[in-house]
């Protein structure tokens, strides 16, 4: 028998060492048996219905199949509990299964990896057999549909990169110690990896000008960040306390808050972002579970030096493993990068665990004035970039406000910002001592030119 | 016959002489036969369905009930266009009726005015008799599941009295006068009139202090604003052009856009509101219709030595009629005022036409990066305040940052931000020369203690 290191001893789904019968499972990259992400799917160019899918190895198990299946003689395939899970999670939407909460998505969890588990049964093995999509077939759908979208700004890295451009001499605004800033993004242009989107028109202020000119955006932005879909609600007035905070916390995906830096700057004083972030926002379609992510949870740790949180903003909880160690590049692929079939070009590299502020304290924050958050909303980390230059979440970091090359490795071609034909690829992935490596697939989105009005 | 103004002779709706056979219609101070708003309501303390009511006098015309009876014997008493948008009006939201827009719209109006109007035959009003239930019974409810809010700020006033609070030296930004400034909203937090809310907790930092702390709101305020309520649709990346614009305006409420200022001030550096404004935003239950607003349309005059709006934010018909003159009024009650039987005393008095932007402009600049608006979304107008120093549309303003006392005439009583138990009642109206005078209702809130967490 294995020796398992602490978390997976209290849960056998973290046993690096477990292994599947779906031999494409094993040693996955990003989808072995310790991960099982969910998304909505349904096979590309069908007109099936829209379902909840299970990611494992290069396939997807289809919950609406499985649903059809029951609990297979007595509950050798699936326990009652599993199964009502699978059930929620068949529907068009995931937002049934992350209004019930953690029971919920534990249970398809555990019935999932014991039915997928090599120890398995034949019936079993088989009865599964007959749910499983391949991905290469699948296209994708928002996983819930979002009552609303807010994006946090919690990278203070990222801040001082970009504070610099706009305020040179005081680039950390005087807050963004003290809570996790946030404000309201737009639910309805939130789409899954993959749609293209168009270069936005706006309007802009160009430096040395008298006057702002209407015309297509020039400073064309991505942002690295992660999105945090909400499980269960709280009522307008019933404050999240941070201790409860996680169980509020259905699962994270890759989130690109594309950004018009031209249209942004113009338009954000005094009531910040809006056309300039709302033209489109990309998510990846699997959502991790906190489960999943167990493994690789880390001390939430704020120097002595620095402005302590304030106690409705700290949690013995949060200090000891607040902070998630998910490991996140960008790349950028051109048209020339896809003429030659090389991969876009890695831009930057960093992690979450750098950031200055937890998923908990940011669902604390969001409603300790009352603000009630529904299953299904979308909560954005804002981007992530970490200490080094080349941890940089965005490209206005990268070219330090547009004034220097970014280098695309693969072609030799530089940007400094985003040209029509550009594809953005975010990914995301775990790794651990005496855990298996799980990842979070990839967001992708692709600028099209803008159109004449 | 009587001689009808020019929009009159249009549209016999908008006739001053026009009568109904339910008598309270006829002089009502806001729902005479001129305005048939819209609302979804039921009875109160009943578990009956919602469904959507037009208001008239001191009734409601029953939409479910009324698409129950038909047309009535060959059309009598509804076309059968009238009936198929009485019959979307008849739903628990109004969103399929905002999805369908101003011909759906429309002839639901023509068809309960001829209906409800004084010539209207006897089998006609004793079938319509049968769906009124008085306003005096009804509980309502929002009139749309909301997708998004977004909230404008486009009063000059506003922007220069709140704007010499937070930056004396430079009140007004930049790009004031170029564009309609707008941030998003929480939706989730959108409650109709008459939904009480808790004091929020939150962090601010006091003028002096070193460190922030947390606590209940200091300087509680309202925002007197109009709501529109959109109609139809865009897709992603393709703007709505400003001749178009009106198209979507479904119609238009009034709005409380109520805001923690405290905490606000201390959070909204560099993007913009959060916790300041989404822990409550009460809106009417009344949707007035721009077929109703015809009558109050004024030309949109932009003075000559002040920016003149960029082409995408200029068109003939918004120069023309881009203006609507709505009256509003704030009025402030307290636990004092509601003990000696006193109507809520009033503290400000101003009309929509002051308004630096228009709707149909909102609307363009919302669109114009791409932005996808859907039906039932809710737009706010920004706080509404006119030259005046009583044109304030916020206590912030009127008490001057808080530096001197606004009086409650009824009672004697003074206030330099809400107290718990204030009451904010916000009213709106239309008058005009030859228009028979229109009411929006009213959107009232009232402030509850905060609770100790």
Redesign the interface.
């Known amino acids: 028998m294995t020796t398992l290191p602490a978390f997976a001893a209290l849960d056998p789904t973290h046993d690096p060492a477990a292994k599947s019968w779906l031999a494409s499972a094993n040693g996955h990259a990003d989808f072995p048996i310790q991960n099982l992400p969910l998304a909505v799917f349904r096979r590309a160019g069908s007109a099936e219905a829209w379902r909840g899918g299970v990611a494992v190895g290069d396939q997807i198990v289809d919950c609406a199949a499985l649903a059809g299946l029951g609990t297979l003689v007595g509950g050798a395939m699936l326990s009652a509990d599993a199964l009502a899970a699978v059930r929620l999670a068949s529907q068009p939407t995931l937002n049934a299964l992350m209004a019930a909460g953690a029971p919920a998505r534990r249970a398809l969890r555990h019935g999932l990896f014991a039915a997928l588990h090599s120890s398995a049964g034949a019936a079993v093995q088989n009865a599964l057999q007959r749910c499983l999509v391949p991905q290469a077939q699948a296209q994708y759908a928002l996983p819930s549909q979002i009552?609303?979208y807010?994006d946090f700004?919690t990278s203070i890295h990222h801040a001082r990169n970009v504070?610099r451009v706009?305020?040179p001499d005081n680039p950390l605004?005087?807050?963004f110690q003290?809570?996790p800033?946030?404000?309201?993004?737009?639910?309805?242009?939130v789409?899954v990896s993959g749609t293209a989107?168009?270069r936005?028109?706006?309007?802009a202020?160009a430096p040395g000008e008298a006057?702002?000119?209407?015309g297509a955006?020039k400073r064309l932005d991505y942002e690295l960040e992660l999105g945090f879909w909400v499980a269960g609600r709280n009522a307008?007035?019933e404050?999240i306390?941070l201790a409860q905070a996680e169980d509020h916390l259905f699962g994270v995906c890759l989130l690109n808050d594309w950004s018009?830096r031209d249209?942004q700057f113009?338009?954000?004083?005094?009531?910040?972002?809006?056309?300039?972030k709302?033209?489109?926002t990309s998510v990846s379609p699997w959502i991790i579970t906190p489960e999943a992510l167990a493994p690789f949870r880390r001390p939430f740790v704020r120097p002595a030096d620095e402005?302590q949180p304030?106690?409705?903003l700290d949690h013995a909880s949060n200090r000891t493993a607040g902070a998630i160690d998910i490991q996140l590049s960008v790349a950028i692929g051109t048209e020339q990068h896809r003429q030659r079939g090389l991969a876009a070009s890695e831009v930057s590299r960093t992690t979450f665990a750098h950031q200055y502020w937890t998923p908990a304290q940011m669902i604390a924050?969001?409603t300790?004035?009352?603000?009630?958050?529904?299953a299904g909303?979308l909560i954005g980390s804002g981007t992530i970039s970490g200490p080094a230059p080349t941890e940089a979440g965005a490209i206005v970091e990268l070219s330090r406000g547009g004034q220097q090359d970014v280098l695309l490795s693969a072609t030799g071609e530089v940007r400094r910002f985003l040209q029509d034909g550009d594809e953005v690829v975010l990914q995301g992935w775990c790794q651990a001592p005496g855990a298996a490596r799980i990842g979070l697939g990839q967001c992708c989105g692709i600028v099209?030119p803008a159109?004449a009005?």
């Open positions: 009552g609303d807010t700004y504070g706009v305020r605004t005087p807050n003290w809570l800033i946030a404000y309201h993004g737009r639910a309805s242009s789409v989107f168009r936005p028109m706006g309007q202020m006057q702002p000119a209407y955006c307008m007035g404050p306390a018009a249209h113009w338009e954000m004083a005094p009531l910040g972002p809006f056309l300039g709302n033209f489109c402005p304030l106690a409705y924050q969001h300790v004035g009352g603000c009630n958050l529904n909303d099209l159109t009005p």
